[in-house]
């Protein structure tokens, strides 16, 4: 049962246009979301998260956006560059103050074409 | 670099064996997670532990187990390894038991032949 899904195996961008990465998940007890970009022979490196109670958070380039109606979230990355070239990971996580278990979509491997 | 330190880097041993991973959070971080990435595939939550107790569980088979030692240094343990347990292992640590996002360290990769 796979929770998190990340519908787009890959994602091809031209420098300097924005890149849209979309993630759905099915478990409405979801309730802190997170983005990962991951390079070959690296661990994934945290990008941006989201609490369930907003539906947008920006740091710099990068954009979350949340739809919980619809149990969407997005990654926008503006403008994008050729260092954004990665797999990027969806994560979401339920609410335990004791124990935080994330469960993390598919992957989807963004390439930002010079 | 994210502060988690993995050991080793690579791994190749034979169906049957056993092998220990080892993982060192973050300083200051309590909070030590593992993940597994078969090929493919996503990462999958296979444990969670929080200064040394047992936190969270996901699907990691009876073969496999894991530690957190006082000094917050944690290894998986996986044993009589088959083919399929090929895959990367990941750590990631959090100062805290939940609600905060996870560094991960470079992982090990296991090739079991």
């Known amino acids: 049962d796979q929770q998190v899904k990340q519908n787009s195996p890959s994602l091809s961008v031209q420098e300097g246009r924005i890149s849209i990465l979309n993630c759905d998940y099915t478990?409405?007890?979801?309730?802190?979301f997170l983005w990962y970009k991951k390079y070959p022979a690296e661990g994934p490196t945290f990008l941006i998260s989201?609490?369930?109670?907003?539906d947008k958070n920006e740091d710099g380039r990068f954009t979350v956006f949340l739809n919980k109606s619809a149990k969407h979230l997005s990654l926008h990355i503006v403008p994008s560059q050729p260092g954004d070239s990665a797999v990027y990971f969806c994560?979401?996580?339920?609410?335990?103050?004791?124990?935080?278990?994330?469960?993390f979509g598919q992957g989807t491997r963004l390439t930002i074409n010079p | 670099d994210s502060g988690v330190t993995q050991t080793p880097k690579h791994l190749i041993t034979a169906t049957g064996q056993r092998v220990t991973l080892r993982c060192s959070p973050r300083?200051?971080?309590?909070?030590v997670y593992w993940y597994q990435q078969s090929l493919d595939q996503g990462l999958q939550f296979l444990i969670h532990?929080?200064?040394?107790?047992?936190?969270a569980k996901g699907n990691i088979l009876e073969r496999f187990s894991a530690q957190q030692f006082p000094d917050l240094h944690s290894e998986l343990n996986l044993s009589s390894l088959e083919l399929g347990d090929s895959a990367l292992y990941f750590c990631?640590?959090?100062?805290?038991?939940?609600?905060?996002?996870?560094?991960f360290g470079q992982g090990t990769r296991l090739t079991v032949v």
């Open positions: 990631a640590s959090t100062p805290f038991p939940a609600g905060s996002e996870a560094f």
């Open positions: 478990n409405s007890m979801f309730d802190y």
């Open positions: 989201i609490s369930s109670i907003k």
């Open positions: 994560a979401a996580s339920t609410p335990n103050e004791g124990a935080q278990k994330l469960v």
């Open positions: 300083s200051g971080d309590l909070s």
């Open positions: 532990y929080y200064n040394g107790e047992e936190r």
